[in-house]
């Protein structure tokens, strides 16, 4: 697809029509990866951030946010549980952070991971490093890394972060191209409905994963926190069902255009859908991520506001999710990690 056909697929608005292209871009899957889902445990390690963008939850100047960071215990159970439930992978999520104390942390908690369970495939979320950072995750044990550009806009990049050395849209770039020199799977995502982003900007985004060719996505729509400057601008927002509609219609137009990834069906869709997170399945998504943190630590990891599931623990997490994923005739592969065949075929 050129940027005309996916901006025409983006622009879609009949049930009908955005149905047609949901039902093509499920058969697409189906042809290329088959009807199978792969789960990955998240696991929240911290909600304290040195960074302050102007959409988060856990942003460093939210004075209401109770920190915290799970013990080395509760990282183990954690992992442990995932183990045991079958997953194929974990993902350590945290507030970005530098130093050599969560350094060194992060590293010693991969190395037994990857030794205590070497079936779990680990996939790290932890913010801008240094090349030199990433390559010791990587010998680590650590072979994904998730890092979201948010947008692949710079002017709009920098509307939703603040204009210092923290922040910077080309930081974000290298950091994506450090990571794939370092032989990790990469992956990014965006923002659906972000203040002032047009169904231009969101053709753009899918253009840019095609470009940086990367191996997964994980991206949804945007919800506000009133917590945040960018509550502010929520007048320039879309209706809450547009933002989910485009959601949708961009996990089906980047599986038209990226047969061969692994595209996550985010926790957000859930948020302005009761279903949502099976009809991200439905429109082309192939990976769910049941929450692993601990009950009582992840209801204070709240990136935006009326996140689902905080209330579960990690048993009825997965109970949940996955009555939900074989409810709507998808196959759960317990026990794979689910490398993308795009990561494959590249390599």
Not at 50 to 64: E, F, T, V
Not at 78 to 102: C, M, P, W, Y
Not at 111 to 118: D, K, N, V
């Amino acid at each position: 697809m050129d940027k005309s056909e996916i901006i025409s697929i983006l622009s879609l608005s009949k049930d009908d029509e955005m149905q047609a292209v949901f039902d093509k871009a499920l058969s697409v899957k189906e042809k290329n990866i088959g009807r199978n889902v792969y789960l990955r445990g998240l696991i929240e390690l911290s909600n304290i951030c040195r960074k302050d963008c102007l959409y988060c939850g856990i942003r460093r100047s939210n004075a209401n946010v109770m920190r915290y960071s799970l013990s080395h215990d509760e990282v183990i159970e954690a992992a442990r549980f995932t183990d045991k439930a079958g997953f194929g992978s974990i993902v350590i999520q945290s507030g970005e952070l530098l130093g050599d104390a969560f350094i060194d942390t992060l590293t010693s908690y991969v190395e037994e991971i990857h030794s205590l369970f070497p079936e779990l495939l680990i996939t790290l979320s932890c913010g801008e490093q240094t090349p030199e950072v990433y390559r010791r995750w990587f010998q680590a044990g650590a072979q994904r890394y998730l890092l979201r550009i948010e947008s692949s806009n710079r002017e709009l990049y920098s509307k939703i972060h603040p204009n210092d050395e923290f922040h910077s849209f080309d930081a974000r770039i290298k950091a994506l191209y450090d990571l794939r020199n370092e032989g990790y799977q990469v992956g990014t995502g965006v923002m659906i409905g972000l203040p002032w982003q047009t169904i231009d900007n969101l053709a753009d985004d899918l253009l840019f994963f095609k470009d940086l060719d990367v191996d997964m996505i994980g991206m949804g729509p945007f919800i506000e926190h009133s917590e945040t400057p960018l509550y502010a601008e929520r007048e320039y927002l879309w209706p809450l069902k547009t933002r989910f509609e485009k959601s949708l219609l961009m996990i089906a137009a980047l599986r038209i255009l990226m047969p061969t990834i692994n595209i996550a069906s985010s926790t957000a869709l859930e948020s302005l859908d009761p279903l949502g997170r099976q009809k991200g399945l439905l429109a082309g998504a192939n990976v769910v991520m049941p929450n692993v943190t601990p009950l009582y630590k992840k209801q204070n990891y709240r990136l935006y506001e009326n996140k689902p599931g905080v209330h579960l623990d990690p048993s009825q997490s997965l109970q949940a999710i996955s009555e939900s994923i074989e409810g709507c005739g998808e196959h759960i592969c317990y026990r794979n990690p689910g490398v993308p065949k795009h990561f494959i075929d590249r390599r």
